[in-house]
C-alpha cells in the first residue's frame, strides 16, 4: 500500500481498496454470462431465499400462534426442515450483511440502518458473487438496504437483476415509485404482490438456467399498509393473550398478521409457479425473517422484541426445503445463524469456495442431510447499539451477562448465573472478545463517501436520505429512510452529499420534487468544486401526501407524497472526491420545493 493512504482514516482506506477489489474483480469475468451453461445447468439446484422484514418467530400458526394462518409457510416446514434455534442479527440491514457475507455484520462495517452506515464494505464479496461467477443467473426484488449508489446497489453486488428499493423502509406500499437496474420505475398494485409477480416472471424466465432468485418481502416492516381483503380478517380479530399483553398495539398487531398472511399467499403461488415449471425438485427454497417482530405481540413466551438482543429479538423462523434431497419433517435443534446461509447454500449447490477472509458461519447441511452428523458445540454472538448475548447449544448469557438455561427456560425467566459458574465465566469471557472485536472493527467515524458515476452503471440516485439539510431545510420525519426535505425557505439554505466521482462523465440531472404554482421561480444551483450546473423551477406539481388512505394504524414515519419530475438540465462533473451541494441562488416568492431524490444519468 502507497505510504501516503497511513495517513488516510482508516475506512477511507478500505473504500478506496474496495473500490480496487471491485475493479478488479469486474475485469476477471465475474459474471455469468461469460460462462458456459450446458451440461451445469443440470448440475446446479436452483435456489430461492425468502426473507421477511419485521416477523417475529411467533408470526406463524407452524410456531403455535393460533391468531395467524400461514399454511404455505407451514407446508414449506414439514416438507423440508425447520431450525428450532435458528438466529438473525436485532435489526434489518446487520441480518442481510450476515446472510449475504457469512460474516458477522460488524466486520463488513455495517453499523447502522441508514445514512450510509448500512452498506457492506466494497471489499466484501457476496453469496451472490460467488453464484453468479458459477454460472447462476441473480436477482433480487423488494428492499436492498445494503446501499443504494453502485458499486454498493445490488447490481454492483453480484444481482443481474433488481427491482425494489435500496431504503431500509418505504413510505408507500400501494403503486409505489421503485427502481429497476438504478432506473426509477413505479409499480402498479400492493408490493409484496408485485414483487412476487417479478420472482415468477424470473423463475419461468431461466428454465435452462440455474438461478439464485432473493426476495426480501418488505412486510410486516411498517407502515402497516395491506389490502383489504386481509385487513378486513383481523379488523375485529380477538389476538391471543402472551407476556406483553398491557405493551401490546392492537390494531398493529393485527395489521401485522394481515399482512403475514399476504406473505403466506405469495410464497403459496411463488412455490406453486415452480412446481408448474417443473423445477420444484432441483431448487431449494428458504424461509426466514430478518429480526424480531415490530412489536409487542404473541411470541412464544420469548423475551424481548426487534432491537433486542435476548430470544424476541434475534430468534427467526428458518425452513429450507429440497423436494427429494431434504427429508420432509426434519427438526434440527442446533443454534444456527444467518451468516451459516453463505456456507450452506454454496455447499449445496456443489461450489468448492475458499474464502479470502475468514467466515463465521458454518456449512449447517450434514444437520439436514445426515443422520449422525458430528457437531460439535458453538457459540454465536449477538450485537446491536452497544447491547451483547451470546448463546451455546443450551445457554444465553445476557446484555447484562446473566446466565439462563434455554433448554429448560427459553422464555429467560430464571437465572441461573450461581449454578453453572464455570459456563458463566467462559460465556463472559466470548462474549467479551466478541465485543473487543466490535470496537475494533466498526469505525468511530465513518469516512466512506457515496459513490457517484461508476463508469459500468448508467444511474446514479441521491436520496434525501443520504443528505445533509442546512439552514432551515427539514427533514419530513426523524427516520431518514424514505423521508423527504421541506421548509426550504432561504438562499443560505442547501442540501449536500459528500460523495466520490469515480469517472470523468457528463450526466443528466432531474429532481424528484413538489413545488405550488404560487411560489414557482427559484433558481437552483448544483456545484461540486468547479463543476456547476443552474435551473430554475418552472413547473408547478402539487403536494400530496400518500399513504394515509392506506395505513390500517398511525405511521411513526414519514407519509410519501407524489413527485414531479425536474430536468435541471447537464453537468460534467471531474473525478475526485468532495461535497455536492444542492441550493438556491434566488427565492422570489419565499418557498423552493419539497424535495425527495436527485438522478443523474450518465451520458
Excluded at 417482530?293 to 426487534?306: A, C, M, T
Excluded at 449422525?372 to 443450551?394: C, G, M
Excluded at 469516512?447 to 436520505?465: I, T
Amino acid at each position: 500500500m502507497d505510504k501516503s493512504l497511513h495517513s488516510l482514516p482508516r475506512r477511507l482506506v478500505r473504500f478506496i481498496f474496495g473500490i480496487c477489489c471491485f475493479t478488479l474483480l469486474r475485469s476477471t469475468a465475474f459474471f455469468a454470462d461469460s460462462i458456459p451453461q450446458g451440461e451445469r445447468a443440470e448440475e446446479r439446484p436452483n435456489i430461492i431465499l425468502i426473507l421477511t422484514d419485521d416477523q417475529g418467530w411467533g408470526d406463524l400458526s407452524i410456531s403455535g400462534n393460533p391468531s395467524v394462518a400461514t399454511p404455505n409457510l407451514d407446508h414449506l416446514a414439514q416438507n423440508g426442515v425447520l431450525f428450532e434455534r435458528f438466529y438473525v442479527s436485532p435489526v434489518c440491514s446487520p441480518t442481510r450483511a450476515e446472510l449475504l457475507t457469512g460474516r458477522y455484520h460488524f466486520r463488513s462495517g455495517v453499523y447502522s440502518t441508514s445514512e450510509g452506515g448500512e452498506r457492506m464494505d466494497l471489499d466484501e464479496v457476496t453469496l451472490a458473487d460467488v453464484l453468479g461467477r458459477e454460472g447462476y443467473r441473480t436477482a433480487a426484488f423488494g428492499k436492498w438496504h445494503s446501499g443504494a449508489q453502485y458499486p454498493y446497489h445490488p447490481n454492483g453486488r453480484g444481482f443481474g437483476d433488481f427491482y425494489g428499493f435500496c431504503s431500509g423502509h418505504w413510505g408507500n406500499y400501494f403503486d409505489p415509485m421503485l427502481e429497476h437496474n438504478g432506473k426509477i420505475v413505479e409499480g402498479e398494485g400492493f408490493m409484496a404482490d408485485l414483487l412476487t409477480d417479478k420472482a415468477i416472471d424470473f423463475v419461468q424466465a431461466n428454465l435452462e438456467n440455474p438461478f439464485f432468485l432473493y426476495l426480501p418481502y418488505n412486510t410486516p416492516h411498517s407502515p402497516m399498509q395491506v389490502p383489504s381483503i386481509y385487513w378486513e380478517r383481523f379488523r375485529e380479530k380477538q389476538l391471543s393473550a402472551h407476556r406483553y399483553d398491557g405493551q401490546e398495539d392492537m390494531g398493529h398487531s393485527r395489521a401485522a398478521l394481515a399482512m403475514v398472511e399476504n406473505i403466506d399467499w405469495n410464497v403459496g403461488r411463488l412455490v406453486e409457479s415452480v412446481r408448474e415449471t417443473g423445477l420444484l425438485e432441483n431448487t431449494i427454497i428458504l424461509f426466514l425473517s430478518d429480526n424480531g417482530p415490530n412489536g409487542y405481540r404473541w411470541n412464544g413466551d420469548l423475551k424481548g422484541r426487534k432491537g433486542s438482543v435476548d430470544e424476541g429479538g434475534v430468534r427467526s423462523p428458518l425452513f429450507i426445503q429440497w423436494e427429494g434431497k431434504i427429508e420432509a419433517g426434519r427438526i434440527v435443534s442446533k443454534v444456527a445463524s444467518a451468516m451459516d446461509l453463505f456456507p450452506t447454500l454454496l455447499s449445496l449447490a456443489g461450489i468448492d469456495y475458499a474464502s479470502e477472509k475468514p467466515l463465521d458461519g458454518k456449512d449447517l447441511s450434514p444437520l439436514f442431510l445426515q443422520s449422525d452428523a458430528l457437531w460439535p458445540d458453538r457459540y454465536v454472538f449477538s450485537y446491536w447499539e452497544k447491547r451483547a448475548s451470546l448463546r451455546s447449544e443450551s445457554f444465553l448469557l445476557d446484555e447484562k451477562d446473566q446466565l439462563f438455561d434455554l433448554r429448560s427456560d427459553p422464555g429467560q425467566r430464571l437465572v441461573v448465573s450461581g449454578q453453572f459458574p464455570e459456563v458463566l465465566a467462559r460465556m463472559r469471557e466470548i462474549k467479551q472478545a466478541h465485543v473487543a472485536e466490535v470496537t475494533m472493527e466498526l469505525p468511530q467515524e465513518d469516512n466512506r463517501s457515496f459513490p457517484l458515476g461508476h463508469p459500468e452503471f448508467k444511474y446514479n440516485l441521491l436520496p434525501a436520505r443520504d443528505a445533509v439539510g442546512h439552514g432551515n431545510i427539514q427533514r419530513s420525519n426523524r427516520f431518514p429512510n424514505s423521508s423527504y426535505f421541506t421548509n426550504w425557505t432561504s438562499t443560505q439554505d442547501s442540501l449536500t452529499w459528500e460523495v466520490e466521482v469515480l469517472a470523468d462523465g457528463q450526466f443528466e440531472v432531474e429532481i424528484y420534487y413538489t413545488c405550488e404554482e404560487d411560489v414557482l421561480g427559484s433558481t437552483l444551483c448544483l456545484r461540486m468544486g468547479e463543476d456547476v450546473l443552474e435551473g430554475k423551477v418552472v413547473i408547478p406539481y402539487v403536494p400530496q401526501l400518500l399513504g394515509a388512505e392506506e395505513d390500517r394504524v398511525p405511521r411513526q414515519e414519514s407519509y410519501e407524497q407524489k413527485w414531479g419530475r425536474m430536468s435541471l438540465g447537464k453537468i460534467s462533473l471531474s473525478k475526485g472526491s468532495g461535497k455536492l451541494s444542492l441550493k438556491a441562488l434566488d427565492i422570489p416568492k419565499g418557498k423552493v420545493m419539497d424535495f425527495r431524490l436527485m438522478t443523474l444519468t450518465r451520458i
